[in-house]
């Protein structure tokens, strides 16, 4: 079964802490002109929180910036999602924990206006961010499209990230990504790697210059390049994603030969992993199965 997902990745600067989310409304509307029957929406890290130019994330202005994920910034953003009628990934935001805690989190609203799902980055980018790691992964079902996975920015760069949220049965990888610094161009190959060794979508969408360094790209379950931006100049990536093609390569492999989600055989003994006092356990190591759902 087909199940197309129209999406578009905005590579934009970010919009300076405190503006009006009436600006930011425009902005998904002007974006969602390049691909009118769009259904995902996606913005880069921290996309509401630019602090000036150069946009240096201050701590003082991040923490008085954070609200609970049931103050007025999410609630008007649910409010934008209901009203576009799209899945919407508005970045990151800075969110107040219940114990005063300052977490990055990425948020997703859906098209009736709820808050689908959210996820705090289990790894800051440290010592440069002050935020407090989050501890869970997070997948979102984007209706009857397909599963989704959340990340942030760093959390690409460890390999069990990815693995776990595969293995809770994504099929596309949403990584919003701040990335002002050199080391893009590693990034865009841990986008096509993670692609590869997970066979999920990735969409890993980075904020424009002179901010960051853009070169956003959105990368299929073989690694191959769907899209990408060359530059870091604002720009608008527009693609057809069928989910479906994570089962496709799944059970066919990468390239028509590599299937690793079908390395073990059920009663095979378990691989010990030290490093993290756990095991593969091939009576466990197939991904949860996707149960396709109305929109809820």
């Excluded at 997902?5 to 409304?25: N, W, Y």
């Excluded at 790894?123 to 959340?150: K, N």
Aim: with cysteine.
């Amino acid at each position: 079964m087909s199940r197309i997902l129209p999406v578009i990745a905005a590579q934009a600067p970010p919009r300076l802490i405190g503006e009006p989310l009436s600006g930011f409304a425009q902005e998904v509307s002007s974006a969602l002109a390049y691909q009118p029957e769009a259904k995902l929406v996606v913005f880069p890290e921290l996309h509401l929180f630019g602090d000036g130019a150069p946009d240096q994330q201050r701590t003082e202005a991040l923490q008085e910036a954070a609200e609970p994920l049931s103050g007025p910034r999410v609630r008007g953003l649910r409010e934008m999602a209901a009203d576009l009628g799209i899945w919407l990934v508005p970045g990151s935001v800075c969110e107040r924990g219940e114990d005063g805690q300052l977490f990055n989190t990425q948020v997703v609203l859906s098209p009736n206006g709820g808050l689908a799902g959210f996820y705090r980055k289990i790894f800051p980018w440290r010592p440069f961010e002050p935020y407090d790691p989050g501890h869970e992964f997070i997948t979102v079902d984007l209706g009857s499209f397909g599963r989704a996975g959340l990340n942030i920015c760093y959390d690409a760069w460890f390999p069990e990230v990815t693995r776990q949220l595969a293995w809770m049965g994504a099929e596309l990888i949403i990584n919003v990504v701040k990335t002002t610094t050199a080391d893009r161009e590693q990034e865009l190959v841990l986008a096509r790697a993670n692609a590869i060794t997970n066979q999920v979508f990735m969409i890993s969408v980075n904020c424009a210059g002179p901010v960051g360094q853009g070169r956003s790209i959105i990368v299929d379950p073989e690694g191959h390049v769907i899209t990408e931006a060359g530059t870091a100049d604002p720009t608008i990536l527009t693609a057809q994603l069928d989910l479906s093609a994570v089962e496709h390569v799944r059970t066919n492999g990468t390239a028509g030969l590599n299937r690793m989600w079908s390395q073990f055989h059920p009663d095979e003994p378990a691989i010990e992993l030290p490093v993290y006092q756990g095991r593969i356990d091939p009576a466990s190591w197939t991904p949860t199965l996707r149960s396709p759902r109305s929109i809820a």
